[in-house]
């Protein structure tokens, strides 16, 4: 039995330690979406160590288009003959700007919204066939999983503020709702929020704060190391479930990489 993984933004940062971590996984086939697919981060996932068969398909991704996603599920179904997925996970986002709410360009955030929100709707739209595909070897339901971030949770909004994270932050509460609502709307696909919590990834490597972490001993205690968030991460795609008979389940939630429910 093969399990069938599709993650978008996989050549970099929590999507490649997410890729190799499942490639680690015997009996996997992992779709790597990426924005290019000769960028030499990319040609790196063919690279990673693979159990007993197991397997990477890299294919072109670029999450601002609005065809992209379509033409990523049809070449998988068309090219490769693969006609379900088990696990897919919106991982590709990213932070452009920031600096003071008052000051944030309209731009900005239509711009935000588009890449952190409106693509990971397209994605589940464009796999949901697929995922919703009967496969005669699937023991679990089939599941959808978007990577929010701790700037979604308005409840923590006194505490992540200072980040000056507006438009950022804007897209990923739009994505909290988006995936929220569609986990009431779909009873046959795991959906689910995860957030990876502060890594030093390329996306905040670009911020001052998170560049001479000796300075900020404070800061740097509350990072989390990159493979401990992606080996977190992946049990909770692992443990993802709906509710049951004493057990409230995964299902529509936003967890944490440790597992811990975040606060909407
Ligand atoms: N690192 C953190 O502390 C943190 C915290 C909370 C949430 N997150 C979330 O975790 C996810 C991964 O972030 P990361 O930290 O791993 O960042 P990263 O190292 O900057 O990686 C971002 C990934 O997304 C891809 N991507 C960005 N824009 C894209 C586009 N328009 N089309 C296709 N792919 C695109 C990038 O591809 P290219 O290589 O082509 O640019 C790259 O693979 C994001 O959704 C982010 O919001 C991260």
Known sequence: MTTTYLITGANRGIGYGLARLILARPNTTLIALVRDPEHETSISLHELPKA???????LPYEAMDPDSAVKAIMTV????????????????????????????????????IT????????????SLPLLQAPSPHRTEP?????????????ALIPSTGH????????SKTALNHLIRKLSTEYTDIVIELLTPGPVQTDLTRAFPEFRDLAKRPEF?????????SVAGLLRCVDNARFKSEGDEG?????????????PW
């Open 52 to 58: 007993e068969n197991a397997s990477i398909i890299v």
């Open 77 to 112: 179904q068309r090219q490769y003959d693969i006609n379900h997925l088990d696990v897919v996970i919106a991982n590709a986002g990213g932070m452009s700007w920031r600096g003071p709410t008052v000051s944030v360009p309209a731009s900005e955030i239509h711009d935000s």
């Open 115 to 126: 890449l952190n929100t409106i693509s990971p709707l397209l994605l589940f739209r464009a």
């Open 142 to 154: 089939a599941k959808f999983f978007a990577i929010s971030s701790g700037t979604a949770s308005l």
């Open 163 to 170: 980040a000056r994270t507006v438009a950022y932050g804007l």
């Open 220 to 228: 740097a205690s509350r990072l989390v190391n990159i493979d401990i």
């Open 250 to 262: 995964t299902h529509g939630g936003f967890r944490d990489y440790s597992g811990a429910t975040v």
